[in-house]
Every structure is written in structure tokens, then in C-alpha cells.
């Protein structure tokens, strides 16, 4: 969904010759797969916008839609049901008739970058994007971070200074000098939840406190 002063980035978008590079290699690998620049899912009028750092090699950049198709999907997928912030089924695929409820989800990276670690670079070519998605969402009051990378650009794009009065801290809620509130979460990766970084429990413990801050 567009709104004047906001634009995805093009499917074939050459902004990052690295991560444009890996996606052609990928469609020759995978055909079938989405291989492109994942657009974010939600309304524009949502008042809360999830963002992760960039698509997943099995997840969005197979199927297109932000944390669909991986395990980090199945854990925030499952919470944003718990806590109001979708209906319906999530059935890991872009048909499945999920719909978020006052919530959108991006990603600060819109590509996929090798090993899943964007450089300096590719953030800052691709940070007009989230920028210009945050400015035209005007009923946004609460942002979250789904990693430090995501609170990094979060802040960056929001031209937040000094940065580091607003460190990354699990389950922390800062309010922002513009007025936005922003949750900080550890990234609901695999690897998280297996090493025990993060637990269910603490995932939905950031979301609570989400939903606190926006009642039903």
C-alpha cells in the first residue's frame, strides 16, 4: 500500500549492487522463489510498526511477506494473534488470510544480504525507505525493534540524538523525543530461542507491555 511521499523500493531496485547481485544469483537457484525486495505487510494507518533487520533467505525472501515461511514467523506471527494484533490463521504463506490489526511489520533492509548481515552501506542506502514509511503513518505511536540492528536504524532514521541515551535493552520501552514509544525485543530468530537468548515468555512480555501502551 502507497501513500503520497512513500514508495517501495522497485523489484529490481539496484540501490545495493551486492544484495542485487545475490537476489540474481538466487532467482537462478530458486526460481520459484520471491527473490526480491520484501514489502512491507499492514495498513499505513496501523499505530504500531514492527521492524527486523531483513528478510529471511527461507522466509520473506521465499515468500514475500515479511516473517512468513520461517521460524520467526511462527513465534511473532503467533504472539501478534495472542495479543490482538492480527486475525485469523497463520498458515506460514501469503495466502493463508492472516490479517494484521493495527500493526504493520518492515524491515529495515528490504533485501536479503548474505549470512543475513547487511553492511554499513546497505543500510544507509536503504534507510530512505523506512523513513519515509514512518512519515506517513499518522497515527503511529509505538515502534518496535526486533533486534539492536533494527533499534539502530530505528533511531537513525528517526535522526535521534544522542543514540545512546536509548540503548538496546531487552523488554526496555523508551520514549523517543518526538513523542513515539519503541519496545525493544531480542530478534525472535531460531537461534535465539535455542540458545535461550529469548524465551516465548519474554517475547510476550514485550507485547504486553505493547499492548498496554495501545489498548484495544
Known amino acids: 500500500m502507497a501513500a503520497p511521499g512513500f514508495e517501495e523500493p522497485p523489484l529490481d531496485c539496484p540501490r545495493c549492487p551486492r544484495l542485487a547481485a545475490f537476489l540474481s544469483e538466487l532467482r537462478a537457484l530458486h526460481p520459484d522463489w520471491k527473490n526480491a525486495p520484501v514489502r512491507s505487510f499492514g495498513e499505513l494507518e496501523a499505530r504500531l510498526l514492527i521492524v527486523g533487520l531483513a528478510p529471511g533467505m527461507r522466509g520473506a525472501n521465499r515468500t514475500g511477506r515479511p516473517f512468513t515461511g520461517d521460524y520467526a514467523g ?98 526496555r520501552l523508551h520514549t523517543l523525543p518526538n513523542g513515539l514509544l519503541l519496545a525493544d525485543s531480542y530478534h525472535c530468530s531460531r537461534y535465539n530461542t535455542n540458545t535461550g537468548r529469548l524465551t516465548t515468555a519474554m517475547f510476550h512480555d514485550v507485547f504486553e507491555s505493547v499492548r498496554c501502551a495501545l489498548p484495544a
Open 74 to 171: 511462527d513465534l511473532l506471527y503467533s504472539t501478534l494473534l495472542r495479543f490482538g494484533f492480527a486475525e485469523g490463521t497463520y498458515g506460514a504463506n501469503p495466502g493463508d488470510g492472516l490479517r494484521l490489526v493495527d500493526a504493520r511489520i518492515a524491515n529495515a533492509v528490504r533485501c536479503l544480504p548474505p549470512e543475513n548481515k547487511p553492511l554499513p552501506a546497505e543500510f544507509t542506502a536503504c534507510r530512505p525507505f523506512i523513513q519515509a514509511e514512518i512519515a506517513v503513518m499518522p497515527k503511529l505511536r509505538v515502534l518496535v525493534a526486533l533486534g539492536k540492528g533494527a533499534h539502530d536504524q530505528i533511531l537513525l532514521a528517526l535522526a535521534v540524538r544522542p543514540a545512546s541515551a536509548y540503548p538496546f535493552i531487552h523488554a
